[in-house]
């Protein structure tokens, strides 16, 4: 099947400070790929679509200058979170779709802790 | 507004007894229905899903679910559930094919042997 990573796994910040989220599609072309944030006991909230050379389409209520999303090829796209403050800890989910069907396959997420 | 709701937060089971998972959503025009399923240290991964056609749809590890357009609902069954099957369990809804998905709370599934 499809295998999708994202880099780091794991997180810690200092509040004010910058930090990047790698995911990437390991053994397909993704042309599209799509952000999501989990709070904990929550669902998966969808933060933003992203097609391979264009610009990301950013969900009702999602700061896109806070959340920047590149996806400059099509087997990665970056998440930074700008100036991340406490209440951007979270579980941030990545999946990646490409082909006919348009699947979704997912990423194993990355737990960000801002202090 | 658009929203998925999963009925159960937690389910224990012993092993071989009979699942039954609910999921109502509400969403205005032509729907997509999905099940994901994720293991523990794992990705969420496509147990099965509804286009259209037969409202009775089959996915992996017998897994099975039932679109009913008339109570909004697509609640997923297996009839004999393993130990194996302890994961949790998200629903999601879509209007164009895997495009924008909304996801339930998702269900955590225990099961004893």
């Known amino acids: 099947g499809a295998v999708v990573s994202q880099h780091p796994s794991r997180v810690i910040c200092k509040s004010g400070t910058s930090v990047k989220i790698e995911c990437r599609s390991l053994d397909f072309q993704a042309t599209t790929m799509f952000w999501y944030r989990q709070f904990p006991k929550q669902s998966l909230m969808l933060m933003a679509t992203s097609n391979e050379g264009s610009k990301a389409t950013y969900e009702q209520g999602v700061e896109k200058d806070k959340f920047l999303i590149n996806h400059a090829s099509l087997t990665l796209s970056t998440l930074t979170v700008t100036s991340a403050h406490p209440e951007d800890s979270s579980f941030y989910i990545c999946s990646a779709s490409g082909g006919a069907s348009g699947e979704q396959f997912f990423g194993p997420g990355t737990r960000l802790t801002v202090l | 507004a658009q929203s998925v709701s999963q009925h159960n937060h937690h389910v224990i089971l012993s092993e071989a007894a009979s699942l039954e998972l609910g999921c109502n959503y509400s969403?205005?025009?032509?729907?997509?229905l999905f099940w994901y399923v994720q293991y523990p240290g794992q990705h969420l991964q496509l147990l099965l899903k509804y286009f259209s056609g037969d409202p009775l749809v089959k996915g992996i590890k017998g897994f099975e679910a039932e679109f009913i357009k008339s109570k909004f609902s697509f609640n997923l069954r297996k009839p004999s559930v393993q130990w194996s099957d302890t994961a949790e369990y998200f629903c999601?809804?879509?209007?164009?094919?895997?495009?924008?998905?909304?996801f339930g709370a998702g269900t955590r599934l225990a099961v004893h042997p």
């Open positions: 999601a809804v879509g209007g164009g094919g895997y495009n924008k998905l909304i």
């Open positions: 969403y205005g025009g032509t729907v997509n």
